[in-house]
């Protein structure tokens, strides 16, 4: 786990003060490579790439976590809204939020997540 005074400020910035990228700006809001994607700040495994889709948001959006226990849900009220964040369940790291207007097939939700906030490991598909 890297230390909170050695993240890069962007990821600072989001996972542990809340914030928000631009969305189309982060280096996976359109990729379409295999693998797991991990907490940047401390490596937890968070998605796989498998149940990664397009939702046309700007952010990587996925149909569910790569285990329900690997992430923590909680409500959000900030900026006048009422939301369900996603945070790491190691960590602590705010990832994002998670939406009920996801693919139906698929159940439904639509897991909101900054690219700062993740790594992807190629090695595990």
Not at 32 to 38: I, L, T
């Amino acid at each position: 786990m890297q230390k909170d005074d050695k993240l890069d400020p962007q990821l600072r910035h989001v996972a542990r003060e809340g914030g928000t990228e631009s969305p189309f700006t982060g280096k996976y809001w359109d990729s379409h490579e295999k693998g797991v994607y991990e907490c940047a700040v401390c490596g937890h495994e968070l998605f796989t790439s498998d149940t990664k889709f397009d939702s046309g948001t700007g952010w990587p959006s996925f149909t569910e976590p790569i285990n329900r226990e690997n992430i923590t849900l909680k409500e959000d009220t900030s900026h006048g809204m009422r939301r369900t964040e996603v945070t790491c369940k190691n960590c602590g790291a705010h990832l994002g939020h998670v939406f009920d207007d996801g693919p139906q097939e698929k159940g439904g939700k639509r897991y909101c997540i900054n690219s700062v906030c993740l790594l992807l490991n190629k090695s595990k598909k």
